[in-house]
């Protein structure tokens, strides 16, 4: 049945694949078909049924008692309801474009934190590794320098004990040599 009707129908995929001849193209000029007696122009849409062009026999058949609507009538609220279809897509469209570009620019935003953040921690950690270095090298220095300092003064101690010690064996050796003579 809807068939028929089909064949004035515009599909996207014919649009979309560049594959609209010029046949198809003349199809849609053309008035509608009644979906039944394909022979007849419909001048009448069944609302009841999905709005399907019906021609006058129809409406004595298989179309009795339905809602009934001039085809121009239909088309023209199709048109318009299509229209507000289309003006609502548009306005979605560029509510997505938006997003997309919300959604680039943080994502810029947020490589650009993550850099930035990156370089200061790098930054941090040579500072920081370089001050503990300066740090070692001072206790290092510090050690070594009173290393030398008691050396020196554990040297400048014995040498005093061993000038204290040769005095008192130097005096006790005197000593035992009075006694002895």
């Known amino acids: 049945m809807i068939a028929d009707h089909r064949e004035n129908v515009l599909a996207l995929k ?11 193209l003349a199809s849609l000029k053309e008035a509608p078909r009644c979906h039944i007696h394909t022979e007849f122009l419909a001048h009448l849409c069944c609302c009841t049924c999905g709005n399907l ?3 006058i026999t129809c409406t004595y058949d298989e179309h009795k008692g339905h809602e009934l609507r001039d085809v121009r009538k239909v088309a ?10 289309l003006e609502e897509l548009e306005t979605r469209k560029d509510t997505v474009f938006n997003i997309a ?5 943080v994502n810029n935003d947020v490589l650009s934190i993550v ?9 941090q950690y040579e500072d920081q590794t370089r001050e503990l270095q300066n740090k070692k090298e001072k206790e290092k220095r510090d050690f070594n320098r009173f ?21 008192k064996i130097r005096k006790i050796r005197d000593e035992y040599d009075r006694m002895i003579k």
């Open 115 to 123: 850099a930035d953040t990156k370089a200061k921690w790098k930054k």
């Open 14 to 24: 014919d649009v979309e694949g560049k594959s609209l001849t010029l046949e198809k």
């Open 53 to 55: 062009p019906v021609c």
């Open 101 to 105: 570009e919300n959604i680039n620019r």
């Open 147 to 167: 290393k030398t300092v008691l050396e020196e003064s554990t040297r400048k101690e014995l040498k005093e004990l061993e000038t204290e010690m040769e005095e």
């Open 76 to 85: 023209n609220g199709e048109r318009e309801h299509l229209k507000e279809i």
